[in-house]
């Protein structure tokens, strides 16, 4: 079956640092989404992109943040300078379509920023 | 404003038991889909169920089964003859349908506990 892979799975960096989330989304999705979960807390929306372009961000999507699709199959989430606060799980999605279909999330990476 | 409310911070349960979910949200869209993904202890994401706002027939797929009301807003969902493998936060989830690039908004989760 079909699914979205992330690496690393688990990331630690010093706080400042730039780091590069990565993302394989399902090859014939269109759809991409980041999503954070910071511990014991809800899952939040951080972006959608669709077409080479970001389709809608939330507040937290900040200028430290920045994604791309730099080849036909990877998605990526830079945070140009890490903060503590970006400590959380990152889940990757993508959908085939748009809102009217599920989306599926790869197994998450762990950042850790000390 | 769109928004998911899981009242039920936690429940646990002994194996065997039924268990319901509940789940009430806030949206102006009158067309919308609802969700219902399952994160184990492992943590990844795993999808359960989409609904969309035009159908509130309820849905039964094995143990599991969903009450979607629009009349309360509400999209519940039980787990009969709960298994310890049910053990998971149960994160409801709303998307808008126009123009809003298919972001999901999740409610705080449901952490089920599920004891022999």
């Given at each position: 079956e079909p699914e979205v892979t992330q690496t690393p799975s688990h990331q630690v960096t010093q706080m400042g640092q730039e780091v590069i989330l990565r993302c394989v989304p399902i090859s014939n999705?269109?759809?991409?989404?980041?999503?954070?979960?910071?511990?014991?807390?809800?899952?939040?929306?951080?972006?959608?992109?669709?077409?080479?372009?970001?389709?809608?961000?939330?507040?937290?999507?900040?200028?430290?943040?920045?994604?791309?699709?730099?080849?036909?199959?990877?998605?990526?989430l830079k945070i140009r300078s890490t903060k503590l606060e970006d400590s959380a799980m990152y889940f990757c999605a993508s959908s085939v379509a748009d809102e009217s279909t599920e989306a599926f999330f790869g197994q998450g990476t762990r950042l850790t920023v000390v | 404003a769109q928004k998911v409310t899981q009242a039920q911070t936690e429940i646990s349960v002994v194996e065997k038991e039924d268990v319901t979910l509940d789940c009430v949200y806030e949206t102006r869209d009158t067309t919308y889909y609802l969700f219902w993904y399952k994160q184990p202890p492992s943590g990844e994401l795993v999808f359960l169920i989409r609904r969309n706002s035009f159908d509130e027939q309820n849905e039964i797929s094995g143990r599991y089964s969903w009450?979607?009301?629009?009349?309360?807003?509400?999209?519940?969902?039980?787990?009969?003859?709960?298994q310890v493998v049910?053990?998971?936060?149960?994160?409801?989830?709303?998307?808008?349908?126009?123009?809003?690039?298919?972001?999901?908004?999740?409610?705080q989760g449901t952490e089920l506990s599920v004891k022999p």
């Open positions: 999705h269109l759809y991409f989404y980041w999503y954070r979960q910071i511990l014991g807390q809800k899952v939040e929306f951080l972006v959608s992109f669709y077409n080479n372009e970001i389709s809608e961000k939330s507040e937290i999507f900040d200028d430290q943040f920045s994604v791309e699709r730099p080849d036909g199959s990877n998605f990526t | 009450n979607f009301q629009k009349s309360t807003s509400s999209f519940n969902f039980t787990i009969t003859a709960s049910d053990s998971a936060v149960y994160f409801c989830a709303l998307s808008g349908y126009y123009n809003q690039g298919g972001k999901l908004i999740f409610g």
